[in-house]
């Protein structure tokens, strides 16, 4: 759960170059820290769609709506800021 402390520790943390966050699902992490200026490259395997991104809530948990995905076989959940497809080879390319 993203918390204020945390999101401040990896801001000061972060490179020049930015933070690379593999596994990144819906993207809440890499939206959080963008907010605050970081630079984020946010791969996940199966990344969310950007366009049915929640509206802004004070509460991220309730902003989090949920679909089941018939085709995928799971459920799929908006994307809070773009993620890419990838895995460990993609970032360190």
Sequence with gaps: V?????LDALAHAGRADGIVELGAGTGLWASLLRERG???????MAPPVLSARPPPA??????LPVAADAAAGWLT???????ERGDTHAARA
Aim: glycine share 0%; hydrophobic share 50%; proline share 8%.
């Design 77 to 83: 959940a908006p994307a809070f800021t773009h993620v």
């Design 58 to 63: 004070t509460n991220w948990q309730h902003a």
């Design 2 to 6: 993203p918390s204020a402390a945390a």
């Design 38 to 44: 970081v630079r984020v490259h946010a791969y996940d």
